[in-house]
């Protein structure tokens, strides 16, 4: 038996008024997964352990399977394996979002939807008056990169800005949890300050204001840490051999590194609702001829979410059913061996809240030959009755590795 996980990040909600009371899955109603549904097992998963953020690295890490505890240490060490940053020993790495200031609040945390090609330059000209022998700015994707200090220390406290949507940016600066890290936060501080001068004269954004468009005017680092310790999924579980992961965000590309996964990158995925769908579709179908285990991530949902775009969660949630998981059961069906699929979200990014939220998400295992549950829809509600239950963290994995 073969497994493949397909991820809507952020695609579970709440009861949204202008839709009847519904939420997005209720009202949207998915033709693929309510199929899944219907002839496969449901439960719901607590994907965030007491303590934590509920952010992606977080709960897309604890749905692979591992103890937070042991080896979490932020989304920058995560991002740095992606991007092929080699940590050493006394590297600090945190996540460097590029972010849009507008009257001394924090209006979007992606710069405006910017775009690599773009974000690169601008890295590179922070990196150029910023950078030295202990700083150092490294290009990622869109507007998520990496600040590595050497020496850093990791306790301190950052402000995720995908939180703090519409919120005065300054008392969101980060803060030392120790005195011995007051040093760090002050570097870090000083970063953001300077940034907004620099950025502020840049082309980029001349060109951006002049236009009366949102400008990629701040830096924002938040989620750091050191070089983490994990073993490889084959390690934890013999019945993988091998692995891939397919998605366009480096967070999730890291995790997978740290996995022991193959890494697929598709052209043409942006980790927004104009993503390659079809692409990742066929790059998951070859990735099951040769292994055993395929993790397929979609940002898309979590990103209109973020931006309170319900018209766009809608039409992203569409987009994953109908051009993502219909090519993949079509191909699956044909398939000699068996494969088991697994769909879910890692969080809820409410379209209403725009940030993420700590809630237990609803899932779906389906094999040829399951014994399938009462459960008839694929939604937050209906999965409540499902055959699963209620599992915590690595435990739907455990459930997940026993098919």
């Known amino acids: 038996m073969k497994h493949i996980i397909i991820l809507g990040d952020g695609m579970a909600d709440h009861h949204v008024a202008r839709l009847g009371n519904k939420t997005l899955l209720q009202y949207a109603r998915p033709e693929y997964m309510e199929r899944l549904a219907k002839e496969g097992r449901t439960g719901r998963l607590i994907t965030v352990p007491e303590g934590f953020p509920p952010g992606s690295e977080v709960a897309n890490t604890a749905i692979l399977g591992y103890d937070l505890n042991k080896v979490y240490e932020g989304r920058g060490p995560l991002e740095a394996a992606s991007i092929g940053y080699e940590m050493a020993d006394d590297d600090f790495a945190i996540r460097c979002n590029i972010i849009t200031l507008e009257d001394g609040k924090i209006i979007t945390h992606n710069g405006g939807n910017l775009e690599t090609a773009d974000a690169d330059v601008l890295i590179k000209y922070l990196n150029e008056h910023l950078g030295n022998d202990r700083v150092k700015f490294i290009t990622g994707i869109q507007y998520r990169h990496l600040l590595v200090i050497k020496g850093g220390n990791k306790h301190i406290i950052c402000n995720p800005p995908h939180d703090h949507p519409n919120e005065e940016w300054r008392p969101l600066l980060v803060k030392a949890e120790i005195p011995e890290a007051q040093e760090t936060a002050d570097l870090i501080n000083d970063l953001i300050l300077k940034s907004q001068e620099l950025l502020a004269k840049h082309p980029y954004n001349i060109a951006k204001a002049a236009k ?146 700590n809630e237990p998400v609803p899932f779906i295992i389906w094999h040829k030959g399951i014994t399938p549950d009462e459960v008839q829809h694929y939604d937050e509600e209906s999965c409540v009755s499902g055959g699963y239950g209620l599992l915590r963290l690595n435990e739907f994995m455990n459930e997940l590795m026993k098919i």
């Open 212 to 357: 009366g468009e949102r400008q990629a005017n701040s830096i924002w680092p938040w989620s750091g840490g050191y070089r983490p310790s994990m073993q490889t999924l084959m390690a934890q579980y013999p019945q993988v051999k091998s692995g891939a992961v397919i998605s366009a965000v480096d967070l999730i590309q890291g995790i997978g590194r740290y996995a022991g996964l193959r890494i697929i990158k598709v052209p043409g995925a942006t980790g927004l609702a104009n993503t390659n769908y079809e692409g990742k579709a066929q790059a998951a179908i070859e990735a099951l001829k040769k292994d055993d285990f395929v993790f397929v991530h979609v940002e898309a949902t979590d990103e209109a979410g973020h931006d309170g775009d319900l018209d766009l969660k809608l039409k992203a949630i569409d987009y994953l059913d109908k051009r993502l998981i219909k090519p993949i059961l079509e191909a699956i069906e044909q398939m000699d061996e068996d494969v088991c699929v697994a769909v879910l979200p890692d969080h809820p990014t409410p379209v209403e809240l725009r940030i993420h939220v």
